[in-house]
Each structure stands twice: as structure tokens, then as C-alpha cells.
């Protein structure tokens, strides 16, 4: 048996032949052409083919997987026509005696680097279109075939990593599992994969071996683990996990499309916690309402330097847009603590979980806080949008960061860029403070939300990092649920709504709990959305409302 | 030569999609067609690359410079045309 360790991308377990999918590099002869005339005849005639493919590629597409897939194909299709790229290619061909492809490839690489060089983070990505539509001119002008998926049966499709453009062109009903040597979780295959629900593998190195075609293999898309010529137990284990699982999404597939609904036909919301827009399509598959919590620390974690105000702007209006006007709540900067960034050059402290974090930074350095806030204003005319401030302890840390965001919409308006006026702004309670405090913050701020890990390791003094408080770290502990009731009763009190987007907002064994207390929403990871549904399904909140309530006891 | 401005309202700019549309219009006309963004780049509206690589953003000014022997019909349509598509 052969197993390979790559990470697991996709959930799901799978068996079935594995299939190499081949590219063949495009290798390029920098030749003196004998004649420019015929290498511009050869050049006219690969650039008159690759508007055709793409022409028809944009039908299938459009049949297949909508307009926006279709954008990308009339987008390459006019790359390649470029007049500028035509001209580039003529130069080299008259004035420098260079073949087609050299002509080509040296004009792709010019442009790639034209657009890497922009300054949007949306025109640096172009860079890749460009790159496909060279790619496609060079496979014409070698007379290769562009790679395609032409099989009679279902494979396990294993390459180094796909572009775009090649897993549209895929016919996706002979894919059983993706194992890609290279990427990443977030890359285009991996989201691919979640999107159409099978399993996927990343970085599974040494999987791209020509003697493995055809075998058949195991793929583990939970554990990235990767089987060829699998024993009998390690077989009979994972086939019996895979049974397990097709058991349960049958399960899962029944919910879908039903409301969150209890048994006395009360709507319950809810939403998911995501970190980046690749997670949407995981939350538009489970049917999630909206965004209960996007962390918007992940973009400062990820980069070297603290982004931009164009680039997380165009973070925040990119899944705005494809949430389509559904809910999505943004938290600010919750960075400190369990979160550090070097660039941010913040002093080491004794003990961070009690130091300059979240809000506490942003009041403390406005200048880093006004690029977010601006960011997100901005953003606010793509969608509906809620700005959710952490570790707010204080009505007057709410009032200073509100005061902030007046100063920014004035700034705004000032300058004509559009944002929505109305952009609730709301509070974590993730502190003993902020529950004791909901009396007063309700009065001030328009919505909550628990984060429940925070607010378990400051109410019981125990470090959730440590390995070894596992006993005494306890979320169900009734100080922590106590909290929660508290809060939310004095928040209704005022007419306004809270939601849980902590771990807690996804354990079951809570969720009546929670319905009891009237929480408005809860914000789960996209893969619980389906099994939290059927539980709330089940619940008639009538029926323990007052016995759960009384055995809190508050 | 018939001269106008569009301010852009699309979020994003004068991006791919936009850009593209503006192409495929362009060709239906004899006349050039000169775009100009507030940082003093110009393209051709034939020129997807070069329209795209002028980095125009929402809120800000184009200047549209049509000229040729259709520029009356093509500035005119034109300017009927952008806010559909930019």
C-alpha cells in the first residue's frame, strides 16, 4: 500500500481510478525566422482559431455555468484579439526576427507584468487571464490540443493544480475526487471541489507519478490522506466511513430548501462565520441566511504590510456582491492576543489576553482604524452591510468608535463616493463587562453578537490556548450561560436583536437553551448550518421554555 | 471632433467586463474613439488592455473624444450607452 499525506480540501471519501490530466508545457523555440511574413500569417491564423474556441467556450459556458463563467471566456476572447498584444507581436516578429511562439510568449509576459504592476489588487489577478490566453495562442501555434476531459467513465482527476479556465472547461460529471500536487485550500480547485460537493486533496506530494494512472485510489478529503493499492482494513475502514457520510448527507439533503423553523413556527436565523470569500460557496451550498461574523483580521494576518484601503475594500465589496443583499456582518480589527502581526510593531506584554487588542488597538491607533472604517463604507454601497465592534467593554469605547464612523461617512460624502447611511453598527459581548453592561450598551448600539470562546475564558479566568484547563475551561458552565441570558434579556428589553457566533452557536445540545432565551440568530461554520436546521426543527419552544430558564436560574 | 464626459458609477471601475462592452460598441463606428481618465491616460476604445490599464475607478471623470465622419451619431449613442454598461 502507498499513502500519501497531502491536506485535506473537501470533506468526503471516494474511491476510483486515478487519472492524470496532462498540460503539456508549452516549450518555446526562439528561433530566427526564416520568413516574418509566414510566422504573421501563422501568429494571424492562431489568434483567428483562439477567438473561435473561446467564442464557443463562452456558449458552453454560459449553458453550463452561467454569465459570469461566460464574462471570462468573451474577456480572454478579446485579450487575444488585442490590438496592442497584435502590435507587441508584429514588433517582434518584423524588427527583432523572432519566431511566432517567441513573439507570443516574450508579448504575454510583457502584459502579465504590465498588469502585475497596477495597484487594484483586481487588475493585478488579470495578470492570470493573460497568462491563460498566451497559453492557448502557444498550444495553437504547436498544434496541441488544449487538455480536456474526454473519458467514458468517472475518474479521480489528478494534476498539479488547474487554471480557471481549464476546470470550467471540465466535464464535471466524470470527476469523482480532485488530488492536486500543488495549491493550497483556498486555491481555485480546492474551492471548485467544495462548491461541487466532492472530495478534494491539496499538496499531496509525490502523487504525480505516470505509473499511478489508471490505478485505483483512495481519497480522504477530510484528512487529505491518499491510498494506492489500499490493504483490507484500511479499505474496510474507509469504506465504512464513507457509507457513514452518505448516510448523513441523505439526511442533510432532506433539509434543504426547508426554513429554520421551530415545531410552534418560530424563524430562527441562521448564519454562517466565514473568513474570506472562499467560503461562500460553501455558505450559499448549506443555504446559509447571511454572514453572521466575517473576521476581518485575516486579511491583515495574510500580508506583510498592513493592506490598503483599495484592497480591503475590494475584500469587502467582492462577498458583499455574491452574498447578493443578504445580512453580512463584519467584525473590525480583532487583532492582539492569539493574533499578532509583526508590521503592526506592537510592544511584547505579560499578558495578552488582557492587553491592546480589538478595539482597544483601533481607539489607540485611529490611523489604522480610519483605513478599515473607510474600507468598509465604501464597501456598504455593494451590498448590506453591519459593522460589529470587539471587546467593547465600555459605552464610551462604542460612542469613540461610532464618533470615528460619523468622521468617515462626513469624509465620504465630502468626496462623493456612495456608502449606505444606515449601516447598523453593533457589539460583541465577549466580556463579563459587556454582559453586565447590555443595559446600557443596548441603548446605544443596534445589534450583538456573543463571541462564546472569548467570553467563556474571561468569565471562568481560563486561558483557552492551554492544553492542560481542558476540565476547567467550560462553555456550558451556567456563569457563561447566565451571561448570555442576561445580555439578552436587556438587549430585547430595547428592541434590538443578538445573535451567537461563537463555537457554542452550533452545539446542539444548547440549542433549545438558546431559543429559550430568544437569541435572534446563530452563526455557525457553513457545514453545520444543515444539522443545526434539523435540531430546530425538532424543538417546540413552548414545551421546557420555563423549566430550562429555571434550572439557568439568574 | 465631438467631446464628452462620463463620470463612472460602477463599483469596481473600468474593469474587464465594461471594458470589453465599450470594445464591441467602439467597432460599430468609422470615427476614433479617445478615452481619457482623470490621472492622464489615454487609450483607444479598441484597446482592451489599454483600457483597462488606465486604472479609472468609480467617481471618476472619462473624457470621451470621438472623431471621424460618424463622430456626431457615435458620440451621441455613445453617451446613451455608458451608464448601462459602466
Same mark, same amino acid.
Given at each position: 500500500?502507498?499513502?500519501?499525506?497531502?491536506?485535506?480540501?473537501?470533506?468526503?471519501?471516494?474511491?476510483?481510478?486515478?487519472?492524470?490530466?496532462?498540460? #503539456?508545457?508549452?516549450?518555446?523555440?526562439?528561433?530566427?525566422?526564416?520568413?516574418?511574413?509566414?510566422?504573421?500569417?501563422?501568429?494571424?491564423?492562431?489568434?483567428?482559431?483562439?477567438?473561435?474556441?473561446?467564442?464557443?467556450?463562452?456558449?458552453?459556458?454560459?449553458?453550463?455555468?452561467?454569465?459570469? /463563467?461566460?464574462?471570462?471566456?468573451?474577456?480572454?476572447?478579446?485579450?487575444?484579439?488585442?490590438?496592442?498584444?497584435?502590435?507587441?507581436?508584429?514588433?517582434?516578429?518584423?524588427?527583432?526576427?523572432?519566431?511566432?511562439?517567441?513573439?507570443?510568449?516574450?508579448?504575454?509576459?510583457?502584459?502579465? $507584468?504590465?498588469?502585475?504592476?497596477?495597484?487594484?489588487?483586481?487588475?493585478?489577478?488579470?495578470?492570470?487571464?493573460?497568462?491563460?490566453?498566451?497559453?492557448?495562442?502557444?498550444?495553437?501555434?504547436?498544434?496541441?490540443?488544449?487538455?480536456?476531459?474526454?473519458?467514458?467513465?468517472?475518474?479521480?482527476?489528478?494534476?498539479?493544480?488547474?487554471? *480557471?479556465?481549464?476546470?470550467?472547461?471540465?466535464?464535471?460529471?466524470?470527476?469523482?475526487?480532485?488530488?492536486?500536487? #500543488?495549491?493550497?485550500?483556498?486555491?481555485?480547485?480546492?474551492?471548485?471541489?467544495?462548491?461541487?460537493?466532492?472530495?478534494?486533496?491539496? /499538496?499531496?506530494?509525490?502523487?504525480?507519478?505516470? $505509473?499511478?494512472?489508471?490505478?485505483?485510489?483512495?481519497?480522504?478529503?477530510?484528512?487529505?490522506?491518499?491510498?494506492?493499492?489500499?490493504?483490507?482494513?484500511?479499505?474496510?475502514?474507509?469504506?465504512?466511513?464513507?457509507?457513514?457520510?452518505?448516510?448523513?448527507?441523505?439526511?442533510?439533503?432532506?433539509?434543504?430548501?426547508?426554513?429554520?423553523?421551530?415545531?410552534?413556527? +418560530?424563524?430562527?436565523?441562521?448564519?454562517?462565520?466565514?473568513?474570506?470569500?472562499?467560503?461562500?460557496?460553501?455558505?450559499?451550498?448549506?443555504?446559509?441566511?447571511?454572514?453572521?461574523?466575517?473576521?476581518?483580521?485575516?486579511?491583515?494576518?495574510?500580508?506583510?504590510?498592513?493592506?490598503?484601503?483599495?484592497?480591503?475594500?475590494?475584500?469587502?465589496?467582492?462577498?458583499?456582491?455574491?452574498?447578493?443583499?443578504?445580512?453580512?456582518?463584519?467584525?473590525?480589527?480583532?487583532?492582539?492576543?492569539?493574533?499578532?502581526?509583526?508590521?503592526?510593531?506592537?510592544?511584547?506584554?505579560?499578558?495578552?489576553?488582557?492587553?491592546?487588542?480589538?478595539?482597544?488597538?483601533?481607539?489607540?491607533?485611529?490611523?489604522?482604524?480610519?483605513?478599515?472604517?473607510?474600507?468598509?463604507?465604501?464597501?456598504?454601497?455593494?451590498?448590506?452591510?453591519?459593522?460589529?465592534?470587539?471587546?467593547?467593554?465600555?459605552?464610551?469605547?462604542?460612542?469613540?468608535?461610532?464618533?470615528?464612523?460619523?468622521?468617515?461617512?462626513?469624509?465620504?460624502?465630502?468626496?462623493?463616493? *456612495?456608502?449606505?447611511?444606515?449601516?447598523?453598527?453593533?457589539?460583541?459581548?465577549?466580556?463579563?463587562?459587556? /454582559?453586565?453592561?447590555?443595559?446600557?450598551?443596548?441603548?446605544?448600539?443596534?445589534?450583538?453578537?456573543?463571541?462564546?470562546?472569548?467570553?467563556?475564558?474571561?468569565?471562568?479566568?481560563?486561558? +483557552? $490556548?492551554?492544553?492542560?484547563?481542558?476540565?476547567?475551561?467550560?462553555?456550558?458552565?451556567?456563569?457563561?450561560?447566565?451571561?448570555?441570558?442576561?445580555? /439578552?434579556?436587556?438587549?430585547?428589553?430595547?428592541?434590538?436583536?443578538?445573535?451567537?457566533?461563537?463555537?457554542?452557536?452550533?452545539?446542539?445540545?444548547?440549542?433549545?437553551?438558546?431559543?429559550?432565551?430568544?437569541?435572534?440568530?446563530?452563526?455557525?461554520?457553513?457545514?453545520?448550518?444543515? *444539522?443545526?436546521?434539523?435540531?430546530?426543527?425538532?424543538?417546540?419552544?413552548?414545551?421546557?421554555?420555563? +423549566?430550562?430558564?429555571?434550572?439557568?436560574?439568574? | 471632433?465631438? =467631446?464628452?464626459?462620463?463620470?463612472?458609477?460602477?463599483?469596481?471601475?473600468?474593469?474587464?467586463?465594461?471594458?470589453?462592452?465599450?470594445?464591441?460598441?467602439?467597432?460599430?463606428?468609422?470615427?476614433?474613439?479617445?478615452? =481619457?481618465?482623470?490621472?492622464?491616460?489615454?487609450?483607444?476604445?479598441?484597446?482592451?488592455?489599454?483600457?483597462?490599464?488606465?486604472?479609472?475607478?468609480?467617481?471618476?471623470?472619462?473624457?470621451?473624444?470621438?472623431?471621424?465622419?460618424?463622430?456626431?451619431?457615435?458620440?451621441?449613442?455613445?453617451?446613451?450607452?455608458?451608464?448601462?454598461?459602466?
Amino acid at each position: 500500500m502507498i499513502s500519501i499525506q497531502g491536506q485535506g480540501a473537501s470533506a468526503g471519501v471516494i474511491c476510483g481510478p486515478l487519472y492524470l490530466f496532462r498540460r #503539456a508545457p508549452a516549450p518555446i523555440a526562439v528561433d530566427v525566422a526564416e520568413d516574418p511574413g509566414a510566422e504573421w500569417a501563422r501568429f494571424k491564423a492562431a489568434q483567428t482559431r483562439a477567438s473561435a474556441q473561446l467564442e464557443a467556450l463562452a456558449q458552453r459556458a454560459l449553458e453550463r455555468a452561467g454569465q459570469e /463563467a461566460a464574462d471570462l471566456f468573451l474577456t480572454h476572447q478579446l485579450l487575444a484579439e488585442d490590438l496592442d498584444l497584435e502590435d507587441s507581436v508584429q514588433r517582434m516578429i518584423r524588427l527583432d526576427g523572432m519566431n511566432a511562439e517567441a513573439a507570443v510568449d516574450a508579448t504575454s509576459r510583457h502584459f502579465m $507584468q504590465f498588469f502585475l504592476e497596477m495597484e487594484d489588487p483586481y487588475m493585478r489577478a488579470r495578470a492570470a487571464d493573460v497568462q491563460d490566453v498566451g497559453r492557448r495562442l502557444l498550444n495553437i501555434l504547436a498544434g496541441r490540443v488544449e487538455a480536456q476531459l474526454d473519458l467514458e467513465f468517472p475518474v479521480v482527476l489528478v494534476s498539479d493544480d488547474l487554471a *480557471p479556465s481549464e476546470t470550467i472547461q471540465l466535464d464535471k460529471s466524470k470527476i469523482l475526487a480532485f488530488v492536486t500536487e #500543488a495549491g493550497s485550500i483556498t486555491s481555485h480547485t480546492a474551492i471548485l471541489a467544495r462548491t461541487m460537493g466532492i472530495p478534494a486533496v491539496v /499538496a499531496a506530494e509525490g502523487i504525480l507519478h505516470p $505509473q499511478y494512472e489508471g490505478q485505483e485510489v483512495f481519497v480522504d478529503g477530510e484528512t487529505g490522506e491518499v491510498f494506492l493499492n489500499a490493504d483490507e482494513p484500511t479499505r474496510a475502514a474507509l469504506l465504512a466511513k464513507r457509507e457513514t457520510q452518505q448516510r448523513l448527507a441523505l439526511l442533510l439533503h432532506d433539509l434543504k430548501g426547508k426554513p429554520n423553523e421551530t415545531l410552534d413556527g +418560530r424563524m430562527v436565523q441562521v448564519a454562517c462565520n466565514i473568513s474570506g470569500p472562499e467560503d461562500l460557496p460553501a455558505v450559499k451550498a448549506n443555504e446559509g441566511n447571511g454572514i453572521g461574523l466575517l473576521r476581518s483580521e485575516l486579511l491583515y494576518l495574510q500580508t506583510a504590510s498592513c493592506p490598503t484601503e483599495e484592497e480591503q475594500f475590494c475584500f469587502y465589496r467582492n462577498i458583499l456582491e455574491q452574498m447578493e443583499g443578504k445580512l453580512v456582518v463584519i467584525r473590525t480589527l480583532d487583532i492582539g492576543a492569539d493574533k499578532q502581526v509583526d508590521y503592526l510593531q506592537l510592544p511584547a506584554e505579560e499578558n495578552p489576553a488582557l492587553g491592546m487588542r480589538a478595539v482597544r488597538l483601533c481607539l489607540t491607533r485611529p490611523d489604522l482604524f480610519r483605513v478599515q472604517l473607510r474600507a468598509l463604507y465604501r464597501a456598504s454601497a455593494c451590498g448590506r452591510m453591519a459593522i460589529l465592534l470587539p471587546m467593547i467593554v465600555s459605552p464610551w469605547e462604542f460612542e469613540a468608535c461610532r464618533d470615528l464612523c460619523c468622521e468617515v461617512q462626513a469624509e465620504l460624502a465630502a468626496e462623493g463616493i *456612495p456608502f449606505d447611511k444606515n449601516v447598523p453598527l453593533g457589539v460583541m459581548i465577549e466580556t463579563p463587562a459587556a /454582559a453586565m453592561m447590555s443595559e446600557e450598551l443596548a441603548q446605544l448600539a443596534d445589534f450583538f453578537s456573543v463571541g462564546t470562546n472569548d467570553l467563556t475564558q474571561y468569565t471562568l479566568a481560563c486561558d +483557552r $490556548q492551554s492544553g492542560v484547563l481542558d476540565r476547567f475551561y467550560d462553555p456550558h458552565h451556567p456563569a457563561v450561560l447566565r451571561m448570555i441570558h442576561r445580555a /439578552a434579556d436587556s438587549i430585547h428589553r430595547y428592541g434590538k436583536w443578538i445573535g451567537i457566533c461563537g463555537e457554542l452557536a452550533g452545539d446542539q445540545q444548547l440549542t433549545e437553551l438558546f431559543l429559550a432565551m430568544g437569541i435572534d440568530e446563530l452563526s455557525v461554520s457553513p457545514n453545520q448550518v444543515l *444539522p443545526l436546521r434539523g435540531t430546530i426543527r425538532s424543538i417546540d419552544t413552548r414545551l421546557n421554555r420555563e +423549566r430550562l430558564l429555571d434550572e439557568l436560574g439568574l | 471632433m465631438k =467631446q464628452f464626459t462620463y463620470t463612472i458609477t460602477d463599483p469596481i471601475g473600468l474593469h474587464a467586463r465594461p471594458a470589453g462592452f465599450l470594445l464591441r460598441k467602439a467597432k460599430a463606428y468609422q470615427s476614433t474613439i479617445l478615452v =481619457q481618465a482623470p490621472n492622464g491616460r489615454t487609450a483607444n476604445a479598441l484597446k482592451l488592455m489599454a483600457l483597462m490599464g488606465m486604472g479609472a475607478k468609480v467617481n471618476e471623470e472619462l473624457v470621451f473624444t470621438v472623431e471621424g465622419e460618424d463622430e456626431e451619431k457615435a458620440a451621441a449613442e455613445l453617451a446613451a450607452y455608458l451608464p448601462e454598461i459602466l
